[in-house]
């Protein structure tokens, strides 16, 4: 499945399986939104993706804590 330019919402991706999924889509090209109790986490994880060249307006490639 080609999801390059695509929105893609992870939950619980602080960790484990959700954080996993949150790379492979940001490297396959998708935005990737993450989201998850953990704020230290999904920060840390959406500094690794990319955060800074993500768009707060929801464009772009990387990847932002929601």
């Known amino acids: 499945m080609d999801i ?3 929105v893609v919402l ?3 991706a ?3 399986i959700g954080a ?3 790379r492979a889509a940001s490297r396959a090209g998708a935005q990737v939104v993450l989201v998850a109790r953990r ?3 999904i920060r840390q994880l959406a500094s690794e993706l990319g955060e800074d060249q ?3 307006g ?3 490639r990387g990847a932002r804590p929601l």
Do not use: Q
């Open 4 to 6: 390059n330019g695509a």
């Open 10 to 12: 992870v939950t619980g």
């Open 14 to 16: 602080s960790s484990g």
């Open 20 to 22: 996993a999924t949150a």
């Open 39 to 41: 704020e230290d986490r």
């Open 54 to 56: 993500a768009d707060p």
């Open 58 to 60: 929801g464009g772009g």
